[in-house]
DNA sequence: AATAACTTTGCAACTTGGTTGCATAAACTT
DNA sequence: AAGTTTATGCAACCAAGTTGCAAAGTTATT
């Protein structure tokens, strides 16, 4: 019984042999990864699987989307017992040298005093910039 | 000689007719707009015409572009001698009732302490909730 | 005014990322 | 084993953004 059986089990889902190849895929990752990563990765897959695959895992809560203005979603594993609830949510970071974007998990999003009226329920915060792998 | 007309030579465009066309849209709105609203408005302009108009105001800092997540990358007029510089840069909400995005001009984006190596060189932060009309 | 040179516009066509419908295959349930 | 549900594969589609190229419009030069 494999460590990512459980992962899925525990997340309420059926460990089939794609969703473990995906897992599998995320967990050996330190940067969030595409779509389209996954396709180069796995060229033998299926799109629309993969897809599916995400989705079912970002439902589920094993994994959460990145939308890091690229134009192209990235996700990333979500921390072990993470709800995705506001207080979950960190900082993300686009290195626009090697084109990684990182979960920031231990820089929480700032807190902003919104206009009056204005009501806010959730916060997209990307930073930019060179990683601390690409500085020289 | 036109109001617009000032405007686009000030930031050293030629006052077409399509520009001014757009200028104006742009200034009579309160939110955001993005190329497909135009190609709505002007249903009888090209949508590529309008869309390097649009390239053309954002390179030359009439306008900013903003990426607020829905997919479809909305325009807004910069300030008046805006030179869309880092700390020109203000927070976006996107309202999920009438779907509008505004800009908050008087909300800068807080900082943020990022881990070390990590270096910022821009930021994008989308606040989504309800708007100040929406409220009831 | 005629010509040349450059800029703007219109049309067609294409790319990428994301998404749906539907049929088959695989996995559970009884 | 038969029936029911769930997952996968393939084709096709859609929206947003983008490119190439030729025609139209503008500005500069003779
Ligand atoms: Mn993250
Ligand atoms: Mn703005
Ligand atoms: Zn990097
Ligand atoms: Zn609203």
Redesign the pocket.
């Given at each position: 019984m494999k460590d990512t059986d459980d992962k899925l089990i525990n997340r309420n889902?059926?460990?089939?042999?794609?969703?473990e190849l995906v897992l599998d895929a995320l967990l050996e990752q330190n940067v969030a990864v595409?779509?389209?990563d996954l396709e180069k990765k796995f060229d033998?897959?299926?799109?629309?699987?993969?897809?599916?695959?995400l989705?079912?895992f970002e439902e589920n809560k094993l994994i959460h989307s990145i939308d890091d203005g690229?134009?192209?979603?990235?996700y990333a594993l979500c921390a072990e017992n993470c709800q995705c609830n506001p207080h979950d949510l960190h900082v993300h970071f686009f290195c626009t040298e090697c084109k990684h974007t990182y979960c920031l998990n231990d820089t929480p999003i700032p807190s902003v005093t919104l206009p009056l009226g204005f009501e806010i329920k959730t916060i997209n915060m990307v930073v930019k910039g060179t990683c601390a792998n690409c500085k020289k």
């Open positions: 889902m059926k460990p089939t042999a794609m969703r595409s779509l389209s033998k897959a299926d799109k629309v699987t993969l897809y599916r695959t989705k079912t690229t134009g192209s979603v990235k």
